[in-house]
């Protein structure tokens, strides 16, 4: 009764059975390299099939909190505006994106760890780019982030008849 998703590009890449592009490798060493997307620490690498921590964190989504997220639950306001790591497995079909849907895209995403990082009390220390407000990546590499995130869907689940009911 698990469903399973394994057969996206990526899954197929890392059994050796497909090829990623130019612009899909760049991607991902963008989301693997601290000094670029830094994208590992939250959401796993290509060891972790599920691409998260499964860890509650503050990613700067919010400089005051409406909502507090885990703080809501604990009562503890050191966990205020903190949230789960979604899994990055077949983001292509999630959208909106965020705890809170206020993104319609990945590309807003990808834009926003790039430059719309708001700081607050309880800003995890991963965030280490607060600063400057995001990784700050060029069109390029927002491209080519968007291309390797992209790989980790996998339409044959989706479209399986026997998870139709």
């Excluded at 939250?42 to 599920?50: F, Q, T």
């Excluded at 430059?115 to 991963?126: A, C, F, H, R, V």
């Excluded at 339409?155 to 008849?161: H, I, R, T």
Aim: hydrophobic share 30%; with cysteine; aromatic share 10%.
């Amino acid at each position: 009764r698990t469903l399973i998703s394994a057969n996206s590009k990526f899954d197929r890449y890392s059994l050796g059975e497909a090829t990623l592009t130019p612009q899909e490798l760049n991607g991902l060493d963008v989301f693997l390299r601290e000094d670029k997307g830094d994208c590992f620490h939250c959401h796993g690498n290509p060891n972790n099939p599920l691409w998260t921590d499964n860890d509650f964190h503050n990613n700067g989504l919010d400089a005051t909190f409406t909502d507090l997220g885990l703080g809501g639950v604990t009562g503890d306001p050191n966990d205020n505006g903190k949230f789960r790591s979604p899994s990055l497995r077949n983001l292509a079909f999630t959208a909106p994106y965020m705890h809170d849907g206020r993104f319609a895209t990945l590309d807003e995403v990808i834009d926003f760890y790039s430059g719309g990082l708001q700081n607050s009390s309880t800003i995890d220390p991963l965030m280490k780019n607060i600063d400057q407000g995001g990784v700050q990546l060029s069109d390029q590499d927002k491209d080519d982030l968007k291309a390797f995130l992209l790989t980790l869907s996998d339409p044959s689940f989706l479209n399986n008849p026997a998870f139709q009911n």
